[in-house]
Nanobody, 121 residues
């Protein structure tokens, strides 16, 4: 069993910054890609940023240049630094990790429960 715990969501004014964290715990053999997704009311969940390994990052066009994803493999943790926040960034943010729980078991996508980010004046 693997648990992902997110933190850092909050209410912030436009132009402000937030840093989200997501730590994995439980039966972990190895972690491959890590990422952040978000879902706004009435919309589908969308990819925000992904970090397959420490050398590669991918961003949605809407956040490129404002958000930075990073990972700490020793802590099984992924971060999302969000700067210059806009009202349209308001959503529930979910972390995702591809986790292998044992050498003979294939990696599976694991999800956190989500953390609310609200950008409003």
């Amino acid at each position: 069993q693997v648990q992902l715990a997110e933190s850092g969501g909050d209410l912030v004014q436009p132009g402000g910054s937030l840093r989200l964290s997501c730590a994995a715990s439980g039966s972990i053999f190895s972690i491959y890609a890590m990422g952040w997704y978000r879902q706004a009311p009435g919309k589908q969940r969308e990819l925000v940023a992904k970090i397959p390994n420490a050398d590669i990052t991918n961003y949605a066009d809407s956040v490129r240049g404002r958000f930075t994803i990073s990972r700490d493999n020793a802590k099984n943790t992924v971060y999302l630094q969000m700067n210059s926040l806009k009202p349209e960034d308001t959503a529930v943010y979910y972390c995702m990790m591809q986790v292998r729980t044992a050498p003979q078991v294939g990696p599976q996508d694991c999800w956190g429960q989500g953390t609310q980010v609200t950008v409003s004046s």
